[in-house]
């Protein structure tokens, strides 16, 4: 349903057109309702020749379509209903609060127009907005108040018979008239007082934009100018004979921030990126910069109230000082931003459609008062006459000729261009109605409407709809639960000021007071830093009123609010004193609580006054200009916001410059346990690990026994087993995220793009420890989009390796050296005398379906400048070679598989393809293990394809379906009575015959025999709890026979050495290799970490708080997929790694042979079971394990 506007008489806009209308009726099968409205610039008729019904009652409808606020009867009259107008709530707007009371109480959902943006960013462009034709009705009527000042001037100009904006029947209409003004100040010229006439446009965004389109229909009358450096010669030539040339054009320019602020620091250039997080290091400059040169100033530019006020009185005064007319070329303001007391002082209220200006007394610091004027005066004065439909006031203000500048701040300019604005509006909205008119999505619980559907999720409201929702079904969504904050914040500051006022204005006391107002930015209401900010206040008896409130959208978005204090002394210096004190206290309390990245700025006072105002009110004192600096060009002290230094981002202590975060943990496997104790040291941070598994958060955390840990037991992820298998963040999970720092995800890689794109909804950087799947790089754009760092490849092999490597590659260089040719080498694996415990000389420290999901994927190196192709599976395993070379080789009995695509990295580490001859990387593992692999591949124990039969209960029932013998010998199973078929097959190729007899006897000692059950009931956390595929029975079996205990000697190690071929330019033919090489062991009982989950572990928390950090995340620039190979994430990583014990040794020598040698004698690869072989200690027995 469309519904009619009540707010204001001038609203004539309508959400859709009749041709919108038409389109959802015919197209999407909408049935569409309109409420009789006879103001509206469409008629009732068009809209039902369209298709729609046209009634008062539009209680059929579910989803209610408005352009302004609505009535609070109506919503209460309509629960349960989708409601999309302009709520004005998103900043705690206090007139509108009723309003969304009523949203919360008819369990409405409520979505607001000025959320609807890009990906559901809320940094990003607005896709449903009427931005650009504020600022064409804007300049239609700033030009034409223009005129009428400079009229009463006494200076006549065809600027005069502009009419107001929404006088024109169209906007066409409107330029075709500025097209007619333009060309006679082209043939007439301008009043020779009056030039050059010199306009500013301030933004360059959709509202700057739109002025300037009307401006420029002003035709042959109009001179642009790009760069304001040009307004100095323009000025010049004011009130001169060299001006005539001018007086018949109207002058603009265009500019940006860089032209309203400049540095506190002497010296340093503007940087945009810097003033928009740290406004308070900037101070205006307009007055300075462009208000010299300019007869008009039109703001189309966003402000909040982190940012400093740009124009002020005293600066009118000081241009009128200056002129040498008494009087400034300033001669009126349009602020089509319309913020009142906030980026220029003289907007003092919002002016009206019917008196659209009043004069400012930069004087008085005041609105002028002026006499009876009447249209009269007006017509008198050689106004336009008034127009056969009525009067259109121009707001008679603008009429008369006291000293003063014209201010214009109209709040609903489109609405005087409702044609052409609600064409444009209706055409963005338009295309989310059929999702708003989905009854079903409507009928989820809020977490579960969002369209899923490009993932295999259901279809639902799309993420711009879903972000821009601010209530649904009774309370506020995540996204906007710091209203409630702001709410209560603002109670609180009532409460007390009525309370103080009470309490003084029965005392008979003297006292004097001084008056300050701070500026409060940062995470104040999500943090709590708010509340603790007016602790401070109250705890020092102080009075307060908290201000102009400005919430960031989103809970890492920063918020900003002005906070007056009034605080009374003995005398006024006592007053004083207590007054910069209360406000370094403030600022010392942003400092401790970095969680909050809170800065508090000293913006006007502390200025002392000789007592109380009357009967105790508060009185503050707001004077001294925002951000104005002492004479030395830097901040006073009471003006800095001192933030603490020192260390790299991981060697901070936990005391006052250490931030608070909360960082969410998935998972609670091996690694968790490394990563969650090394989060969890600083007391400052809250770590919530979150398992599905009974009690596993809750054992992690019980072990670790700090208070700052906390366990839920739930589900991961939700939804996956209906109709769209693909799992969902569980609601709970998605409240977790939406307010903490980071994400730490140690869940199975193929889940990490869901974690991610909850993430990317929540504003939450995450970091995993797995490679970047096509999934996850899907998403790079989206996170790019918002901003949010997804740090992937944050463990051991991806991660260390890569960070070790990039580090090793950048000394090398920097010594001079010429890389021409890489290897990398990595494993995970139990120590000698653990390996000897088991036929595989393998245990597993993660899950055995990665293991061998990872052994399926192809491979491609570079060797000897030759480029290698090897296939997955089979291939792969065939394509094992013997470590040869290196610290390594000489001190364990290895064999190298290739890693993926190796070619791959030759960019992320700075290699130059066709220089490298040998790109390489590789997976380590004792020498026979491939082999092994192979064996178990050929008899069909790694197949996905096949099934498991009903009432299967031990490994003996598989074997005898997939027809492999258990317990029996090569040759007996290949030769004897009743041979099996498949045994037979797989052995006809003798060089398979070795592989096949290993991989049998193997069998037989993980199943036991085949009495091993199939699933027994202590199946270990992580196995698949009930197998369908061989391949999932046989990786449960692999977990449970082969996992690492908590036994003493249960040792593993971890394994990884770099070897870089170099060569010099002035050394032609000399080579060099350089080595470095990490051998790491860990576990061993007693509850100590495996090497595995300790550097895996101990990698991704690090990464994790390092994204949770807003000063180190800000050097990883925008967000988006990242590897750890830059700088600013493998510098500090493996810094504090080697703090933890983990350290790399190097070694520069001749060059000797590569890594890589061709596989021995297939007799050699047998896997050797004793502890002297494996760790390459002589004599080597040749006892072979049948």
């Known amino acids: 349903a469309i519904l009619r506007e009540t707010l204001s008489v001038h609203e004539r806009r309508a959400p859709l057109t009749p041709r919108h209308v038409e389109r959802l009726v015919s197209a999407e099968g909408v049935d569409v309702l309109v409420q009789p409205c006879a103001k509206r610039i469409f008629p009732d008729a068009l809209y039902e020749a369209a298709g729609a019904h046209v009634r008062e009652d539009v209680s059929e409808a579910t989803v209610l379509l408005g352009v302004k606020e609505v009535e609070t009867s109506f919503i209460d009259a309509h629960p349960g209903r989708t409601f999309a107008f302009f709520s004005h709530t998103i900043k705690g707007q206090p007139a509108n609060m009723p309003m969304l009371d009523a949203a919360l109480r008819a369990g409405v959902r409520l979505i607001d127009y000025e959320c609807i943006r890009a990906a559901g960013n809320p940094s990003a462009p607005r896709l449903v907005a009427f931005g650009e034709f504020a600022g064409k009705a804007g300049m239609i009527n700033a030009l034409r108040g223009l005129g009428l000042r400079l009229q009463a001037l006494g200076h006549p100009t065809p600027l005069a018979t502009i009419r107001p904006a929404h006088a024109y029947s169209s906007y066409a209409h409107a330029r075709a008239a500025l097209g007619e003004v333009g060309a006679a100040i082209a043939a ?427 009967q105790g009110a508060p009185s503050f004192s707001a004077t001294a200009a925002r951000g104005t600096p002492d004479a030395d060009g830097a901040p006073s002290s009471l003006h800095q916001d001192q933030r603490s230094e020192g260390g790299d981002a991981f060697s901070r202590s936990a005391g006052a410059s250490a931030p608070r975060h909360e960082i969410v943990v998935l998972g609670a496997g091996l690694c968790a346990g490394p990563a969650v104790e090394l989060l969890s040291r600083d007391p400052l941070n809250t770590v919530h690990v979150v398992a599905s598994e009974p009690r596993a958060a809750a054992a992690l955390c019980a072990r670790l026994g700090r208070a700052n840990t906390v366990a839920h037991e739930a589900g991961v992820l939700e939804g996956g087993n209906g109709k769209h298998a693909t799992p969902m963040p569980s609601s709970l999970v998605r409240g977790l995220l939406s307010r903490a720092h980071a994400a730490l995800s140690l869940l199975p890689p193929p889940l990490h793009p869901h974690v991610a794109r909850a993430c990317i909804d929540a504003r939450t950087p995450l970091v995993t420890a797995s490679y970047a799947c096509e999934g996850m790089l899907a998403l790079s754009e989206d996170a790019a989009r918002v901003g949010v760092p997804l740090l992937c490849e944050m463990g051991l092999d991806p991660g260390i390796d890569h960070m070790s490597a990039v580090r090793l590659l950048e000394r090398a260089r920097s010594d001079g050296w010429r890389v021409q040719g890489f290897e990398s080498v990595c494993g995970g694996l139990p120590a000698p005398e653990v390996a000897l415990a088991n036929p595989l000389g393998y245990k597993f420290s993660w899950s055995p379906a990665g293991v061998l999901s990872a052994m399926e994927q192809p491979a491609q190196y570079k060797h000897a400048g030759k480029l290698v192709r090897v296939g997955g599976g089979t291939e792969l395993l065939g394509s094992a070679k013997s470590l040869s070379a290196g610290a390594l080789a000489r001190a364990y009995r290895l064999e190298v598989l290739p890693n993926r695509n190796s070619l791959a990295y030759a960019p992320l580490y700075g290699l130059d393809g066709d220089e490298v001859h040998t790109m390489f990387r590789g997976t380590l593992r004792y020498e026979g293990w491939a082999q092994l692999m192979a064996g178990f591949r050929a008899l069909g124990l790694l197949d996905v394809g096949a099934r498991i039969r009903a009432g299967a209960v031990t490994w003996a029932d598989v074997c005898a379906d997939i027809d492999v013998p258990v317990g029996t010998g090569i040759r007996a199973a290949r030769d004897g009575v009743g041979a099996s078929a498949s045994v037979k097959a797989v052995t006809a190729d003798v060089t398979r015959v070795d592989s096949v007899s290993h991989a049998l006897s193997a069998l037989g000692w993980l199943t036991r025999g085949g009495s091993e059950p199939l699933v027994p009931s202590d199946t270990i956390a992580g196995a698949p709890p009930t197998p369908v595929s061989v391949r999932d029975a046989f990786c449960t079996l692999l977990a449970r026979r082969l996992a690492y205990s908590d036994c003493a000697g249960d040792h593993d190690l971890v394994l990884m050495e770099h070897t870089l071929t170099l060569a010099r330019g002035d050394e032609p033919g000399v080579e060099r290799r350089l080595s470095s090489w990490l051998a790491l062991s860990g576990g061993g009982g007693s509850g100590k970490p495996s090497a595995m989950a300790r550097t895996v572990g101990l990698t991704a928390a690090l990464g994790a708080q390092l994204v949770a950090n807003a000063e180190t995340r800000a050097e990883l620039g925008c967000g988006g997929l990242l590897r750890p190979t830059v700088a600013a994430v493998y510098e500090p990583v493996l810094n504090a790694l080697e703090r933890e014990g983990v350290r790399f040794e190097e070694h520069l020598h001749e060059p000797t042979a590569c890594m890589l040698s061709s596989a021995r004698a297939s007799a050699d690869l047998h896997l050797r079971s004793t502890l002297s072989d494996l760790a390459r200690v002589d004599p080597r027995p040749t006892v072979q394990h049948e």
């Open 188 to 614: 007439e010229g301008l009043p020779q007082h009056a030039s050059p006439l010199v306009i500013g446009i301030h933004g360059r965004g959709n509202v700057g934009r739109g002025a300037l389109d009307a401006f420029d229909a002003l035709g042959e009358g109009v001179a642009v100018h790009t760069d304001t450096t040009e307004l100095d010669a323009l000025t010049r030539t004011y009130g001169s004979v060299e001006a005539e040339r001018l007086r018949r054009m109207v002058h603009v320019v265009q500019f940006g921030a860089e032209m309203t602020v400049k540095p506190l620091q002497r010296g340093a250039p503007f940087n945009k990126t810097e003033y928009y997080a740290h406004p308070e290091r900037y101070r205006p400059c307009l007055g300075e910069s462009v208000l010299p040169h300019v007869t008009m100033l039109v703001h189309a530019a966003y402000w909040d109230g982190r940012f400093p006020t740009l124009l002020r009185a005293a600066e009118l005064r000081e241009l009128a000082q200056a002129s040498p007319t008494g009087e400034p070329r300033l001669l009126a303001i349009a602020d089509l931003s319309c913020d009142v007391d906030g980026a220029l002082e003289p907007l003092v209220r919002t002016t009206t459609v019917d008196a659209p200006y009043y004069i400012y007394d930069w004087m008085a610091k005041a609105e002028a008062i002026s006499g009876a004027a009447t249209e009269g005066n007006a017509n008198a004065l050689g106004a336009p006459s008034t127009p056969p439909s009525g009067k259109w006031s121009c707001g008679e203000a603008a009429l008369s000729a006291r000293p003063g500048v014209l201010v214009m701040g109209t709040d609903i300019l489109p609405a005087e261009l409702p044609l052409e604005s609600s064409e444009h509006f209706g055409e963005q909205l338009s295309r989310f109605i059929p999702a708003l008119a989905d009854t079903a999505v409507a009928a989820r619980p809020f977490g579960d409407q969002l369209d899923t559907s490009a993932v295999g999720g259901p279809v639902g409201l799309p993420r711009e709809l879903w972000c821009a929702t601010v209530a649904c079904g009774g309370e506020l969504t995540p996204r906007f639960s710091y209203i409630g904050a702001i709410r209560a914040a603002r109670a609180r500051a009532e409460s007390q000021r009525a309370a103080t006022y009470l309490r003084h204005a029965s005392a008979h006391e003297a006292d004097a007071h001084a008056s300050a107002t701070v500026r409060l930015s940062g995470h104040l209401f999500d943090s709590g830093f708010i509340n603790a900010a007016l602790d401070t206040v109250e705890a020092s008896g102080a009075r307060f009123e908290l201000r102009d409130v400005r919430a960031g959208l989103g809970t890492h978005a920063p918020s900003c609010a002005l906070l007056d204090l009034a605080v009374q002394g003995h005398d006024a210096v006592d007053a004083h004193r207590r007054t910069a004190e209360l406000v370094s206290g403030l600022q010392a309390l942003a400092r401790a609580r970095t969680g909050a990245e809170a800065s508090v700025q000293l913006v006007s006072g502390a200025r002392g006054t000789s007592r109380i105002g009357p």
